[in-house]
């Protein structure tokens, strides 16, 4: 079937030769990023987890999140949807920032754990105030037990929880730096702005548009690929050492480190428009 009638669930992606030629392309970036897929993989099974301990239990769930969107973000890659892997690997960021202050800090994870309990009394109060079926089983719950909407509101307020928000995470996990640079970049995407959508249209030399692009990209997929590598090693840096074997994985994830930078270095690799 053809790639116009069906786009990115037809067939005619994957036999295209639009992957084999993107990675030929940038085949350093994709080499790295494989090599530190690897070793996480590796990684996890060296990590032993008490099922007691809930810093650690809830940080390797956070580490596998991470994992997992590392993995989507080539996948959409390699297959062309770059808007779409942008927006997989900022979410990605926002696992890193939770999972590096939880492994410095065992005290974070009541904030972490209370800021779902916001999340549930918003839940509760949107589902009171709608008719939308989504919402049936909540409302009635609330409606049966009132007293746990006030309990759950008192709670709230005793412990002083409240929203996690990503800047104020990043900086205490001493990943301002990330968040200021690449999470911002990523964020137009995220939030459909009028910029990101850019990268869709095609426009004539007095920049006035003049067809769609609807077709495979690669456009930012250096940044992007490399973005995804920092983000794991900063993943498996955190883990390691909470888990008590960076010793073991120090020399792989120095490798890791100094092949990234050595990438970031050469200028074509930081121009994202």
Not at 42 to 58: A, N, R
Not at 137 to 148: D, Q
Not at 184 to 203: C, G, I, K, N, W
Not at 243 to 265: F, H, P
Request: glycine share 4%.
């Amino acid at each position: 079937m053809d790639f116009n009638e069906e786009g990115f669930l037809g067939d005619s992606i994957t036999v295209t030769d639009f992957k084999s030629s993107v990675e030929s392309k940038y085949a350093p970036f994709f080499e790295l990023y494989r090599k530190t897929n690897r070793i996480a993989h590796e990684m996890k099974f060296h990590i032993e987890v008490p099922s007691t301990d809930g810093q650690k239990v809830i940080a390797v769930a956070l580490f596998i999140r991470l994992l997992n969107s590392f993995q989507a973000v080539a996948i959409l890659a390699q297959h062309g949807l770059m808007f779409d892997s942008k927006i997989v690997l900022r979410g990605g960021l926002e696992s890193l920032f939770i999972l590096n202050l939880l492994c410095k800090e065992k005290e974070f994870l009541d904030e972490y754990i209370g800021s779902d309990h916001v999340r549930r009394l918003t839940l509760f109060e949107v589902a009171a105030h709608t008719s939308d079926p989504n919402f049936e089983s909540l409302r009635n719950y609330a409606n049966s037990h009132p007293e746990f909407y006030t309990e759950l509101k008192e709670k709230i307020k005793k412990n002083g929880w409240k929203r996690l928000k990503a800047a104020e995470i990043a900086k205490r996990s001493g990943l301002s730096s990330m968040y200021d640079t690449r999470y911002r970049l990523l964020s137009d995407a995220v939030h459909t702005s009028p910029h990101s959508l850019e990268s869709l249209l095609s426009f004539t030399e007095d920049q006035t548009p003049s067809t769609f692009e609807w077709g495979p990209s690669d456009q930012d997929l250096p940044f992007t690929l490399l973005t995804g590598i920092q983000m794991l090693l900063e993943g498996m840096k955190a883990i390691s050492t909470l888990c008590g074997i960076y010793d073991q994985q120090e020399e792989l994830l120095l490798e890791i480190d100094a092949s990234q930078t050595k990438l970031w270095q050469d200028p074509r690799t930081l121009d994202i428009q």
